[in-house]
């Protein structure tokens, strides 16, 4: 079976909410600037930098679905951030264990996703959804994401 991009897939667990689907991808996009700054495993130029600055500090703030929903949503962002912020930290100490719980830890943006489709679509939709959600964002097995370190 074909995967669906990521906007499609969006499309259809936010409901066709386009404030919603914009607000997520923007997110993802801060945070993958943010991870390859920080793991320096990929090149990024300055403009990619300054791009990301704007979005995070201009276009994420303006967006209509973030200003609605911005009380559930900025306390999620800060704990994926965190969370985030101890994977790394996790990995670079290198013990088995603590790679296991960097794997857990390491992109709790889903959540994110998970409770804007709550706030499109309710509880039922948020308990239909919740689980391929986490399959489409985390299709990286353990070992793989291990082997890959």
């Known amino acids: 079976m074909q995967?669906?991009?990521q906007h499609e897939f969006l499309m259809q667990v936010l409901r066709g909410n386009a404030d919603a689907v914009e607000m997520c991808e923007q997110i993802f996009q801060v945070s993958q600037v943010i991870d390859d700054l920080v793991d320096q495993d990929k090149p990024i130029t300055s403009a990619e930098v300054i791009k990301t600055?704007?979005?995070?500090?201009?276009?994420?703030p303006a967006n209509p679905f973030y200003r609605r929903h911005e009380l559930v949503i900025r306390p999620l962002m800060a704990g994926a951030l965190q969370d985030w912020t101890d994977s790394v930290s996790l990995e670079r100490e290198g013990d088995v264990h603590g790679k296991h719980l960097a794997f857990v830890l390491r992109d709790q943006l889903t959540s994110l996703v998970i409770q804007c489709a709550y706030l499109v679509g309710g509880y039922k939709?948020?308990?239909e959804i919740g689980v391929p959600v986490r399959r489409y964002f985390h299709d990286e097995?353990?070992?793989?994401y291990i082997n890959n370190l």
Do not use: C, P
């Not at 097995?141 to 793989?144: A, F, H, K, M, Y």
């Open 125 to 127: 939709w948020m308990q």
């Open 3 to 5: 995967r669906i991009n």
């Open 53 to 60: 600055f704007w979005v995070a500090l201009i276009e994420l």
């Open 141 to 144: 097995g353990l070992i793989e």
